[in-house]
T-cell receptor, first 115, second 115 residues
Framework: DQQVKQNSPSLSVQEGRISILNCDYT??????FLWYKKYPAEGPTFLIS?????DKNEDGRFTVFLNKSAKHLSLHIVPSQPGDSAVYFC??????????????FGQGTILTVHP | DGGITQSPKYLFRKEGQNVTLSCEQN?????MYWYRQDPGQGLRLIYY???????QKGDIAEGYSVSREKKESFPLTVTSAQKNPTAFYLC????FGAGAREKLFFGSGTQLSVL
């Protein structure tokens, strides 16, 4: 059962435009969400996160939006740059119980930014 | 520089052979994790350890074993019981504290292939 889903395997965007990456989740116990960026043959690096008590978090060109009622979050990159081309993973976690400290990842979305 | 070191970068396994993947961190983090990445899938948790001499099974622990004798080290053994070991393996660590929640730091990974 895929609890975190990224339904778009790939996204292609022109440099300078906005990139929007989407993520859906099914587990209502998730209360913390993260985005990771990964280049080929490297480990993922943390990008931005959001707690369920917020609906938006911004860090420079990156903004994450959370819609709890729809169990949906999105990552906006404005403006997109060629160096943003990578795989982006959405991840979620919940406090307490046996799942504390564990992350559940989506399948990833390959972002390609064309010059 | 602090970080997580995984070795080797590439590893080949013969039929019936056990192989061990190394993971060392000098971030003074208490928690360490092993994830597996397959093409088109998200990262899946194999094992994790919150403290020395203690570890827990993740979602896909069958065919794997770990040890946590030192805080800095969390080796993963892929046993002959793991019938589909070809994958990219990622080790991660995490500190504790209000600012550390689920912000995993990843190593650069080990690509394991079967001969």
């Amino acid at each position: 059962d895929q609890q975190v889903k990224q339904n778009s395997p790939s996204l292609s965007v022109q440099e300078g435009r906005i990139s929007i990456l989407n993520c859906d989740y099914t587990n209502s116990m998730f209360d913390y969400f993260l985005w990771y960026k990964k280049y080929p043959a490297e480990g993922p690096t943390f990008l931005i996160s959001i707690s369920s008590i917020k609906d938006k978090n911004e860090d420079g060109r990156f903004t994450v939006f959370l819609n709890k009622s729809a169990k949906h979050l999105s990552l906006h990159i404005v403006p997109s740059q060629p160096g943003d081309s990578a795989v982006y993973f959405c991840a979620a976690s919940s406090r307490g119980g046996t799942s504390y400290g564990k992350l559940t990842f989506g399948q990833g979305t390959i972002l390609t930014v064309h010059p | 520089d602090g970080g997580i070191t995984q070795s080797p970068k590439y590893l080949f396994r013969k039929e019936g052979q056990n192989v061990t993947l190394s993971c060392e961190q000098n971030l003074n983090h208490d928690a360490m994790y092993w994830y597996r990445q397959d093409p088109g899938q998200g990262l899946r948790l194999i094992y994790y350890s919150q403290i020395v001499n203690d570890f827990q099974k993740g979602d896909i622990a069958e065919g794997y074993s770990v040890s946590r004798e030192k805080k800095e080290s969390f080796p993963l053994t892929v046993t002959s019981a793991q019938k589909n070991p070809t994958a990219f393996y990622l080790c991660a660590s995490k500190g504790f504290g209000a600012g550390a929640r689920e912000k995993l730091f990843f190593g650069s990974g080990t690509q394991l292939s079967v001969l």
